[in-house]
């Protein structure tokens, strides 16, 4: 696949708002086209996502996304913060011990256990076992977001088979309940239509969020190993915490790129966009030094379709590395650099090994 790439801020915005002229239907869309062998397992069990949220447009978008966006109210996310709070306590008073015998890896111990309990509560949708959670997660962001060859696709579509099964009997469950997806059920939408919205919002949700925990949590440890004694410690405070997670998501984001297809010919900035070209717009990582101070909104998208929990996120990843500062304030890192998930729009290091420091045992 070729694509038209736009990464200046000022560029990305307009055609974000441009939603005459530039449309997300391949928001969603495989990357790479799906084998016949691939189709087939996800036909059986009548896999589909029709266009509801991220890659609808239109009075249905418009309404869908009015109705989700009451799961993630401003007074919604700023009451879950003891929640996160008490979640990241507690799973650091494990990690706490758990460094007693050596370096662990804070994206298994930390990162992981904390966004899917948190989209859990807001939304009143339950979450599958978390490993089970993590895998399908994982592997359909591999499917519709990287480069797996036809063997590969065999496995992920498995994966996703799985995890569109459990979504059809949860959006089932909810009917008639003030779940997330018993309200789209109530509002009339079809069993497909809720699998859809459900199939990335779920991912979305607690995925992305921890990505974007693990990044900002390696990225603090990192900077203080190369910098002055106690900055990692520094990151305890509110406000250093807020500003870390903001540059992290202004330069690389866990949701780097998003996508959108030109409807018509026309021109971006004086550049030629034929009709049907395929655009990727880079949301983080293109803002010069400190001279955008809202720099870190874009990784969240922009105008109709900027994210829904976009405030949720930023306050849970700020949450949690505070509490990890503070709980943990003689944090190293530990062992060679991480490997990465590098996907044409996700990205994080796999695992964020840390130890405690030799100033707590000399």
Not at 130 to 136: F, Q, T, Y
Not at 140 to 152: A, M, N, Q, T, Y
Request: hydrophobic residues 45%.
């Amino acid at each position: 696949m070729s694509y038209t790439v736009i990464g200046e801020p000022a560029q990305v915005r307009d055609i974000m708002r441009r939603t005459d002229d530039f449309a997300p239907t391949n928001a969603l869309t495989s990357v790479v086209p799906l084998a016949p062998a691939t189709l087939r397992i996800l036909s059986k069990v009548r896999f589909a996502l029709p266009p509801v949220l991220a890659s609808a447009t239109g009075a249905q978008h418009r309404a869908v996304r009015t109705m989700v966006g009451r799961f993630f109210t401003p007074a919604k996310v700023a009451a879950i913060e003891p929640r996160v709070r008490e979640l990241a306590r507690h799973r650091l008073a494990a990690t706490s011990m758990a460094l007693g015998q050596g370096p662990v890896d804070l994206a298994e111990h930390v990162g992981k256990h904390i966004p899917p309990v948190v989209m859990a509560e807001l939304t009143g949708q339950p979450t599958p076992e978390l490993d089970l959670l993590k895998r399908w997660s994982r592997d359909s962001l591999e499917l519709f977001w990287g480069w797996p060859d036809p063997e590969r696709q065999l496995l992920l579509a498995h994966s996703a088979a799985e995890f569109y099964v459990w979504l059809r009997q949860e959006a089932a469950a909810a009917r008639g309940t003030s779940s997330l997806f018993g309200v789209l059920d109530a509002a009339g939408l079809s069993s497909a239509e809720v699998c859809s919205l459900g199939y990335f919002l779920v991912i979305a949700g607690q995925e992305t969020t921890a990505q974007l925990i693990n990044t900002v949590l390696f990225r603090g440890l990192e900077s203080a190993a190369r910098a002055t004694t106690g900055s990692w410690a520094a990151l305890s405070e509110p406000e250093a915490a807020r500003n870390h997670v903001r540059a992290v998501l202004a330069t690389e984001s866990s949701v780097h790129t998003w996508r959108r297809a030109a409807l018509r010919d026309t021109q971006v900035a004086g550049q030629a966009i034929p009709a049907g070209a395929e655009i990727l717009l880079e949301l983080s990582g293109r803002h010069p030094g400190q001279a955008a101070p809202t720099a870190y909104s874009l990784a969240f998208g922009h105008g109709l379709h900027r994210c829904l929990g976009a405030k949720l996120a930023e306050l849970e990843t700020a949450l949690v590395l505070e509490e990890t500062a503070r709980a943990l304030p003689l944090l190293e890192p530990a062992g060679a650099p991480p490997q990465w998930l590098r996907l044409l729009s996700f990205q994080a290091p796999l695992t964020v090994t840390a130890q405690l420091s030799s100033k707590e045992f000399p």
